[in-house]
């Protein structure tokens, strides 16, 4: 389950536009740089640790077979869409997943246009790998942050996504007012949407703390 995220009043800071126009230096730890970077890296780490233990996956394709075992049955547009990714290229990387034997493709049962996808057995020993290494990444990426650090991390990187996820996902805001809370809802959405954040909304659960801080 989501958690709410404490809003605090604090002293006016100066924006990252503004830090950066003093200092040219530190552009370097602007909001979008700083995203950028952390996402890079991850990137990195994952695919190097992949290699150091003989995974022969690139981190997208890893994220592919997270996203199927989390929602068997999904069709291939949403799992391009989940990953930001054009459908011809989500295609080759099936068709090669599926050539490997991880992943099958389905016919949808209602829709003969939809290809629904489902991990085979042969995928549950290689998705064990791929989470043994997230939560490796995790702990690094994680050194020396307070539980409470990384927990108020998390929500407040949750509600960003879903400030910017508003127009393009129409559950977005439902999202964010599990994460946000009621109050900043009725903000962040206007009056007409003050019934629901008065508390009709219904909060959504998560697979677990795993995918709080996942890696992909």
């Known amino acids: 389950m989501c958690r709410p995220v404490q809003w605090q009043k604090s002293k006016p800071v100066r924006s990252d536009q503004a830090r950066a126009a003093a200092d040219p230096a530190a552009v370097g730890r602007t909001f979008g740089f700083l995203v950028q970077d952390v996402a890079r890296l991850l990137k990195r780490h994952f695919e190097r640790r992949a290699r150091q233990t003989g995974l022969p996956l690139t981190r997208r394709q890893a994220a592919v077979l997270v996203h199927v075992s989390r929602r068997q049955g999904v069709s291939q547009a949403e799992i391009a869409a989940l990953l930001d990714m054009e459908a011809i290229s989500l295609v080759r990387m099936l068709d090669r997943l599926c050539d490997e034997g991880l992943v099958e493709r389905r016919a949808h049962p209602t829709d003969r246009r939809v290809r629904t996808l489902w991990l085979t057995a042969a995928a549950q020993p290689v998705l064990a790998r791929i989470l043994k290494i997230n939560l490796e990444i995790r702990a690094e990426a994680f050194d020396g942050l307070p539980a409470e650090a990384r927990d108020s991390l998390i929500d407040t990187l949750a509600v960003i996504k ?10 977005a805001q439902e999202n964010l007012a599990v994460m946000a809370g009621p109050e900043n809802l009725a903000r962040a959405a206007g009056p007409e949407n003050l019934a629901r954040a008065a508390g009709e909304v219904e909060t ?5 703390e795993g995918d709080r801080v996942g890696t992909l």
């Open 204 to 208: 959504r659960s998560v697979e677990g």
């Open 162 to 171: 879903c400030n910017l996820s508003v127009e393009d996902d129409p559950e």
